[in-house]
């Protein structure tokens, strides 16, 4: 079963959960002092507080449990508001969440499994939305990356001092 994991700068792999089914999207806050993290087969994000100068995830908060939605959340991005755009696989939708954890939007889509999202384009203002194949019927678009303009802009993404061999 799955978990999640730190890399350090010098490459060495330190567990920090285990048995978390399937492991998914993850965010930092635009000040760097939270982690958001999907736990799919929970239905549920988290937020930890984070120490970027050791890594280290404290004080573990559900934020958001969404047993009575449909789907189930996946891939996470995060917007200059600390909003959370949660995908949700089997959901045919992107839910849209305050710091806080409550819902205040969602965009629906004409696919089953919306898989991940990311802000995007020149401004940071454009939805890019992965999907994955499911159920047949759905005019093809099962697997097509789509591509919203949406009123909120993102934050460019967290760059880790993990270097690639």
Same mark, same amino acid.
């Not at 890399?7 to 089914?21: C, E, S, Y």
């Not at 789509?146 to 934050?155: D, E, N, P």
């Given at each position: 079963?799955?978990? +999640? *994991?730190?890399?350090?700068?010098?490459?060495?792999?330190?567990?920090?959960?285990?048995?978390?089914?399937c492991s998914n999207g993850m965010a930092f806050s635009s000040d760097g002092r939270h982690?958001?993290?999907?736990?799919?087969?929970?239905?549920?994000?988290?937020?930890?507080? *984070?120490?970027?100068?050791?890594?280290? +995830?404290?004080?573990?908060?559900?934020?958001?449990?969404?047993?009575?939605?449909?789907?189930?959340?996946?891939?996470?991005?995060?917007?200059?508001?600390?909003? +959370?755009?949660?995908?949700?696989?089997?959901?045919?939708?992107?839910?849209?969440?305050?710091?806080?954890?409550?819902?205040?939007?969602?965009?629906?889509?004409?696919?089953a499994n919306v898989s991940s999202v990311i802000f995007g384009g020149p401004k940071l203002d454009t939805l890019y939305v992965?999907?994955?194949?499911?159920?047949?019927?759905?005019?093809?678009?099962?697997?097509?990356?789509?591509?919203?303009?949406?009123?909120?802009?993102?934050?460019?993404?967290?760059?880790?001092?993990?270097?690639?061999?």
């Open positions: 079963s799955g978990g +999640l *994991y730190l890399i350090t700068p010098d490459g060495a792999v330190r567990n920090l959960f285990k048995g978390t089914g982690f958001y993290w999907t736990c799919t087969t929970t239905r549920t994000i988290f937020r930890f507080d *984070y120490d970027r100068a050791s890594g280290a +995830l404290t004080n573990r908060h559900a934020l958001i449990v969404s047993t009575d939605l449909k789907g189930v959340p996946d891939g996470l991005t995060i917007d200059t508001d600390g909003n +959370l755009w949660s995908a949700r696989w089997g959901g045919y939708a992107i839910h849209t969440y305050t710091p806080a954890g409550e819902r205040i939007g969602q965009i629906d889509f004409p696919v992965t999907t994955a194949g499911g159920k047949e019927g759905a005019d093809g678009l099962e697997g097509a990356l789509f591509r919203v303009r949406v009123a909120a802009r993102g934050l460019p993404e967290f760059r880790s001092a993990v270097r690639c061999r």
